[in-house]
């Protein structure tokens, strides 16, 4: 039999909010559950590199919920793609992956941070450009290593 706190009726006690459950606050934490996943790549030079960008949207309103843009090289030896470098929106900021011939990650390098849904989806329309930009030095660090 389920015990009752003293003067509280059980209908009262369910209309009771769960403290268990963290309140929601107004920072944005990007998500893939419920999303419709999508990607494409973008030849960079003569099928050696090439941009892939992917991005999840919420399946009801279609809003951007994560992203990832990757610049990556095709591995002469391997025959397989390798990441050159990276942008992904965890943690509540932008940042940039960096990576040698290895594997190896040179540098985390923050962008820009958000916390609204907008500021993501403001910054993931510039982020394209960034790395299309500065695809070749990514290029040179990771035939390098530095």
């Known amino acids: 039999m389920a015990s009752r706190i003293s003067g509280q009726s059980g209908r009262d006690r369910r209309r009771l909010p769960d403290l268990?459950?963290?309140?929601?606050?107004?920072?944005?934490?990007?998500y893939r559950d419920k999303t419709v996943p999508h990607e494409f790549s973008v030849a960079l030079n003569q099928d050696l590199d090439r941009l892939v960008v992917r991005e999840w949207r919420d399946q009801q309103s279609g809003a951007l919920s994560d992203f990832v843009v990757s610049q990556q090289t095709l591995d002469s030896g391997s025959g397989k793609w390798r990441d050159v470098a990276l942008v992904d929106a965890k943690h509540g900021s932008v940042?940039?992956?960096?990576?040698?011939?290895?594997?190896?990650?040179?540098?985390?390098?923050?962008?820009?941070?958000?916390?609204?849904?907008?500021?993501?989806?403001?910054?993931?329309?510039?982020?394209?450009d960034f790395v299309f930009d500065s695809w070749e030095e990514n290029r040179r660090r990771w035939t390098s290593g530095r």
């Open 20 to 30: 268990s459950v963290r309140p929601d606050d107004d920072t944005f934490t990007p």
């Open 95 to 128: 940042h940039i992956h960096r990576y040698r011939k290895s594997g190896k990650e040179i540098s985390r390098t923050e962008i820009s941070d958000y916390s609204t849904r907008e500021q993501l989806e403001d910054i993931y329309r510039d982020i394209y």
